[in-house]
Nanobody, 133 residues
C-alpha cells in the first residue's frame, strides 16, 4: 500500500523558512515522481513543485521559483520542500503526492503542474503552513 506522510508545517513569520518532509512507503521510490501541491482556503489546489526520483529532474511554479527547493533522499524514501522567504500568500495546506507514470519533464515542458493533479494517484494527508505578516 502506497503511503505518504507530510510533516514540517507550522506557523512562521513572513520572511521565515520551513522545511516540509514527505515520507513515502509501500512502493519503489526511485520509479516515482513526487509532487508538492498546496490549497489555500477558498482556492483550488495548485501544483507548486515536482521531482522525478529516478533522475532528479525538478519543476517549480513561478510563484515559488527561487524561494522553494525540492530535493529527494532516495535512501530514506523522503522528499523535502525547503521553503524560504515565506510570505502570507504561501499560507495553505501543503500536500505531497506520488505517481509512477507521471514525469516532471511534462511540467517542465508545459510550464505547469496544476493541470496534471489528476495524474497523481497517491496523496498524503497534508500539513498546514501559516505565514503571519
Amino acid at each position: 500500500e502506497v503511503q505518504l506522510v507530510e510533516s514540517g508545517g507550522g506557523l512562521v513569520q513572513a520572511g521565515g523558512s520551513l522545511r516540509l518532509s514527505c515520507a513515502a512507503s509501500g512502493f519503489t521510490f526511485d520509479d516515482y515522481a513526487i509532487g508538492w501541491f498546496r490549497q489555500a482556503p477558498g482556492k483550488e489546489r495548485e501544483g507548486i513543485s515536482c521531482i522525478s526520483s529516478s533522475d532528479g529532474r525538478t519543476y517549480y511554479t513561478d510563484s515559488v521559483k527561487g524561494r522553494f527547493t525540492i530535493s529527494s533522499d532516495n535512501a530514506k524514501n523522503t522528499v523535502y520542500l525547503q521553503m524560504n522567504s515565506l510570505q502570507p500568500e504561501d499560507t495553505a495546506v501543503y500536500y505531497c503526492a506520488a505517481d509512477k507514470y507521471y514525469s516532471c519533464t511534462t511540467s517542465r515542458d508545459m510550464g505547469a503542474l496544476t493541470p496534471y493533479i489528476v495524474d497523481f494517484g497517491s496523496w498524503g494527508q497534508g500539513t498546514q503552513v501559516t505565514v503571519s505578516s
